[in-house]
């Protein structure tokens, strides 16, 4: 069989398609619009071509709204819940379609799941200070600011392991100089020159321990005669007002801590 008769027979084909397709529409539709399917009826059909009307073409639009509305009928008269169930949303004219579906971003976006009540979540929170240590922070901070004499002196003092100990554990824990630790402790608790009154405690006699370590501070002329008139005047050692100082400020070490050994050098 050639091309040109299997081209003839599809196109005998659609066209006998087309004049069942008119023919039923004719006998739904209305009587008034039986002319312009009929009108259909000289629309000349070619395989890949575009269809070209014999006379001007009619306004199809009323006669397939009207069938389309019998068919949506028909259906709802057989399916009373199909529409309920589809849950489509109707789009107006001047709306579009895919982004421009008229629905609002609220509506197209799923809210995002709640979280469900078992589950846990993890908060990183940076550990909080012990009482010790909320101590130590701060006696250091205060020894590093505070505003010593401008001509400066030494002193040393023979004191307790646990005294040591305790000045020690500030260093260790927050980098600061031990000199630095009890020249703060000193020339902020000692007595001034002349007073009437004492904390009681300060005036306490130590516990009768060795002294076998020895501690640097610094001692301008104010401090010296700071120590040594409290200590005339209640017959106290200034090695004693300074260990009362040191235990009743510092926290207490949980062990001891040894002084540096220092190299030694033999000729």
């Known amino acids: 069989m050639s091309e040109e008769t299997k081209k003839r027979e599809r196109e005998e084909r659609r066209r006998r398609e087309i004049e069942q397709l008119m023919q039923s529409m004719e006998r739904t539709a209305p009587k008034a ?19 070209q009307p014999r006379d001007k073409p009619t306004d199809l639009g009323g006669s397939i709204h009207i069938e389309l509305k019998k068919e949506e009928a028909d259906l ?4 009373p819940a199909a529409k309920k169930v589809s849950g489509a949303i ?53 020894a590093r600011e505070y505003a010593y004499p401008e001509t400066l002196g030494r002193g040393s003092v023979r004191v307790s392991e646990d005294v040591f100990s305790r000045v020690t554990m500030i260093f ?20 001034s020159e002349g007073a009437q009154r004492f904390p009681k405690w300060l005036l306490d006699t130590p516990p009768k321990v060795p002294r076998p370590r020895i501690l640097v501070f610094i001692k301008d ?15 106290v050692s200034e ?21 540096k050994r220092r190299m030694r050098f033999s000729a």
């Open 90 to 142: 109707p789009l107006s004219p001047a709306e579009g379609t895919a982004g421009e579906s008229g629905i609002s971003p609220s509506q197209a976006d799923p809210e995002p799941a709640a979280e469900s009540p078992g589950e846990e979540v993890l908060v990183l929170r940076k550990p909080e200070l012990s009482a010790v240590e909320t101590v130590i922070a701060e006696i250091a901070r205060a």
């Open 239 to 259: 090695a004693d007002i300074i260990e009362n100082i040191a235990r009743k400020h510092l926290p207490e070490a949980k062990f001891q801590y040894k002084p």
């Open 172 to 191: 260790a824990n927050q980098r600061i100089d031990k000199i630095l630790v009890l020249s703060y402790l000193l020339y902020n608790y000692a007595p």
């Open 33 to 51: 619009d039986a002319d312009l399917l009929r009108s259909l009826q000289g629309i000349e059909l070619s395989e890949g071509a575009v269809m």
């Open 76 to 79: 709802e008269s057989v399916f």
């Open 221 to 235: 002329l104010s401090l010296a005669k700071r120590l040594s008139d409290t200590a005339i005047r209640f017959g």
